[in-house]
């Protein structure tokens, strides 16, 4: 099976800091890759699939790029409803496995 | 709009089962297959598996064969997880999720989450 791997596995960044996180798996997924966001106490939410396409609703803030195996989500100026617990998903085929998990907070 | 409104939190004890609940509301219930997440206490996110609602065949990842059972009722637009002999290590938050309006394979909606305490 396809592992995934995310760094880094926590970060603290201040307001209107561009923060990156990176995603990588263990082999090529084209493009089939989604990024979820999870606030504390909170279900899960979709904010990119196909890679780079913004859900519904999404704050452009957030982007996503990357093909193949190495996936970056880029917030371009944090804010402090960010704060929380982003995970890669890959769904070219079963097993549809998630990253670890990357915990973002507020310096 | 889409709902998926599970049922309430769960206390059992070790050898036990539980059946947690899914209702879909808001879409054509055997459109869209119903995925299941699971994640323990301060842990991460695992994709448990998959069912699909038109054919009832589920998918199961590695660690949820065995014990682990999808099921459906699509007369009331219900998915199921069966969990039997539990084990204190199945304590967890159990999600059921839809794909998304995008590439149905991705988890669009999410249920609330059930909470499994397994104890003695």
């Known amino acids: 099976d396809i592992q995934m791997t995310q760094s880094p596995s926590s970060l603290s960044a201040s307001v209107g800091d561009r923060v990156t996180i990176t995603c990588r798996a263990s082999q090529g997924i084209s493009n089939y890759l989604a990024w979820y966001q999870q606030k504390p106490g909170k279900v899960p939410k979709l904010l990119i699939y196909?890679?780079?396409t913004l859900q519904s609703g999404v704050p452009s803030r957030f982007s996503g790029s990357g093909s193949g195996t190495d996936f970056t989500l880029t917030i371009s100026s944090l804010q402090p409803e960010d704060v929380a617990t982003y995970y890669c998903q890959k769904y070219n085929s079963a097993p549809l496995t998630f990253g670890p998990g990357t915990k973002v907070d507020i310096k | 709009q889409v709902q998926l409104v599970q049922s309430g939190s769960e206390l059992k004890k070790p050898g036990a089962s539980v059946k947690v609940s899914c209702k879909a509301s808001?879409?054509?219930?055997?459109?869209?297959?119903m995925n299941w997440v699971r994640q323990a206490p301060g842990q991460g996110l695992e994709w448990m598996g998959w069912i699909n609602t038109n054919t009832g065949n589920p998918t199961y990842a590695q660690g949820f064969t065995g014990r682990f059972v999808f099921s459906l009722d699509t007369s009331v637009s219900t998915a199921y997880l069966q969990i039997s002999s539990l084990k204190a290590e199945d304590t967890a938050v159990y999600y059921c999720?839809?794909?998304?309006?995008?590439?149905?394979?991705?988890?669009?909606?999410w249920g609330q989450g059930t909470l499994v305490t397994v104890s003695s």
């Open positions: 999720a839809r794909g998304s309006d995008g590439p149905i394979a991705v988890a669009g909606h």
């Open positions: 808001g879409y054509t219930f055997t459109s869209y297959a």
């Open positions: 196909a890679a780079s």
